[in-house]
């Protein structure tokens, strides 16, 4: 499958037993136990009337047998038809109703309940789940799940017409009655068999359409590098591949949950013979003979769907234990259950020993330790990969480390609150994300109590209130998904703005490695002044202005701090820095630039 290999694997998957599926589900749809009821209620209206008609009928054929009707009965009959008929009607438009009020709130609340647990998720739960996946599990898995909510009621209907009917042909010829249910124990118990491959091929087809979702999102991603590379055609024909594989579920799903249905009806007409050859034979009257006829038909529609309660439910399940598998991710990064507010640091940042990796096959930190003093301006610089990015993310609670602690003011920072914790800081990342909205609510984020003067405020700190002036609309304009209508320089301004209008007391800035132009990096660099002023700043960075300006710099490799100082001071180890510089920064210098341009 080529570049959506990884779209197809189904990672952090569980498996739960039936059992434990139908417990969870039955506790799903409790709270909506009076809707169900009400439901199988108007069911069961419409069950009485059903079954009141062959009896009618009868009764009918009886009186028609002994000669001519008279007028009134004729039309007592016509009312009587009439009546059932509208009981009927009334019924099912109300069980329709109920249905069409509760199957919506049910999933409405499904669906907002994965979206809070996903948002209570960390970093590493994003690493393993891709977007599309997910998209597909709150989209297309609930929906599908949602039309198992009324299984339960149709099924207490379907028993209760059942039954209705049993006791009634049983009353009127037992031997009738008992060629009739003959065949349902191995109906059943087909049925039971075939829920366990319902569940598969189920199951099976959720990936597929999963991995269809997925390859779509990822494709539209990395439409840019497709363009760029000339390789449309190529993830096109990728994509037919997924797609292929998502027809082929399909099928499976459709025939294995379609080809019973004709085998119950085949059924159905083999029991209606046998009633009809053993009740001719019997020398039954015609009136039974026609009532039992039409009772075996009414009986076998609640057995069939009763009997198609097994499949159902299992491919419902298969949508659920997908959904339930989110609902029992526990996130990694969680708040001590005594957890303190924190508002602000005191004396320090503490990393002690700590261990740290992504995936246990790749230790990124092995004994980290680093100390950051408040109000400390610190710049980590480092060749591509040796960890920088992942120490801020530890910093800011993404991922949860495995060994040692990082402690504010020597209190592990789990015994935060993680609430309050996450308010301390303040982060501009390294690949910047802007929300498809207006510039306005980008910067303030949700935040009420922020008037248009504090965000332009923030805006002529970050040195940008000069640009979104020049836009029309001003702060109203409204940016594309990831902030495509702005430049890059720009984007990275909005996100400071966003970042300083928190007053955090810690800025955690990952520069981007994309150059600027020297006159965006000018503005930057300015920015950067004020946004630095008063607070702590960890500062993973790529630009030579910002290191020269920090207190003090720190050199990562590999996962470990191998050199720290002044840039002065690394400069004179002649070290790692030294090297760093000679390979990356030196060419931002201005002499370095005009020896070059004069050459
Ligand atoms: C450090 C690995 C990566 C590298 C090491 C983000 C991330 C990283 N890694 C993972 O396995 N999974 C992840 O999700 O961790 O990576 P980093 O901290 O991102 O490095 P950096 O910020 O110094 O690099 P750069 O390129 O941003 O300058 O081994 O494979
Ligand atoms: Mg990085």
Redo the contacts with the bound molecule.
């Keep these: 499958m080529g570049l959506f290999r990884s779209s197809m694997r189904e990672k952090h998957e569980r498996s739960y037993s039936d059992r434990e599926l139908f417990r969870r589900y039955i506790k799903r749809l409790a709270s909506y136990r009076k809707n169900i009821m009400l439901i199988a209620l108007f069911i069961v209206i419409q069950a009485i009337a059903t079954v009141a008609l062959p009896a009618l009928i009868r009764y009918l054929t009886n009186e028609l047998d002994g000669g001519s009707p008279d007028l009134v009965f004729t039309i007592l009959a016509a009312a009587g038809f009439l009546l059932l008929y509208i009981i009927n009607w009334i019924a099912f438009s109300l069980q329709q109703m109920q249905s069409g009020k509760y199957v919506p709130f049910f999933l409405e609340e499904m669906r907002l309940d994965l979206f809070k647990k996903l948002q209570e998720q960390d970093m590493t739960f994003f ?1 393993e789940y891709m977007s599309g996946k997910l998209n597909s599990i709150i989209v297309n898995d609930t929906l599908d799940f949602s039309s198992t909510a009324i299984l339960i009621s149709n099924t207490i209907g379907s028993i209760v017409i059942s039954i209705c009917t049993l006791g009634i042909i049983f009353y009127f010829n037992w031997i009738l009655a008992l060629i009739t249910v003959a065949a349902i124990p191995a109906l059943f118990l087909l049925m039971f068999l075939l829920r366990r491959l319902a569940k598969r091929v189920s199951k099976n087809y959720r990936e597929a359409i999963s991995s269809v979702n997925s390859a779509m999102v990822e494709a539209i991603e990395g439409i840019q590098v497709s363009k760029s590379f000339g390789q449309e055609l190529n993830i096109v024909s990728q994509f037919e591949d997924v797609n292929q594989n998502y027809f082929s579920a399909w099928m499976k799903l459709t025939a294995t949950t379609h080809f019973w249905r004709p085998l119950l009806n085949t059924i159905t007409s083999i029991i209606l013979c046998l009633v009809l050859y053993f009740g001719i034979d019997m020398n039954i009257s015609v009136d039974i003979l026609i009532m039992f006829v039409l009772y075996v038909q009414t009986f076998f529609r609640p057995v069939l769907q009763l009997a198609r309660f097994f499949p159902e439910l299992s491919a419902g399940m298969a949508a659920f234990e997908r959904i339930l598998s989110i609902f029992d991710s526990e996130p990694n990064v969680k708040q001590k259950r005594n957890a303190q507010p924190i508002d602000d640091i005191k004396e320090n940042i503490q990393f002690k020993n700590v261990n740290f990796w ?2 246990r096959d ?1 230790v ?1 930190f092995e004994k980290l330790n680093l100390t950051i003093r408040k109000g400390e301006k610190l710049a980590i610089v ?10 801020v ?1 530890l910093l800011s609670r993404y991922y949860e480390y495995q060994g040692g602690d990082i402690l504010i003011d020597e209190q592990s920072i789990r015994n935060y609150t993680l609430d309050s914790y996450r308010k301390l800081y303040g982060k501009v990342e ?1 690949d910047v994300y802007l929300f498809p909205g207006s510039i306005k609510e980008n910067i303030r984020f949700g935040r009420k109590d922020v008037t248009d003067e504090d965000i332009w405020r923030v805006l002529d700190i970050v040195q940008a209130s000069e640009f979104v002036h020049r836009f029309p609309n001003g702060l109203e304009t409204i940016i594309g998904s990831r902030g495509r209508d702005l430049s890059v320089g720009q984007r990275q301004l909005i996100s400071f703005a966003r970042a300083i209008l928190l007053n955090p007391k810690i800025l955690i800035l ?1 520069e981007a ?1 994309s150059s600027v132009d020297a006159f965006t990096e000018a503005m930057i660099q300015e920015a950067l002044g004020k946004m630095l002023e008063d607070r702590t700043a960890i500062i ?1 960075a790529h630009r030579l202005s910002t290191i020269v300006n920090v207190d003090r710099i720190i050199v ?1 490799d590999n ?1 470990a701090i191998v050199e720290e100082g002044t840039h002065e001071e690394l400069l004179d180890l002649q070290g790692k820095y030294a090297s760093l510089y000679n390979q990356y920064f030196v060419h931002q210098t201005l002499d370095w630039q005009e020896q070059s341009y004069s050459k």
């Design positions: 690493d992504y995936d790749n990124v480092g060749h591509t990969g040796s960890g920088k990015t992942s120490l993310s390294q990952d490695t993973v990562m996962g």
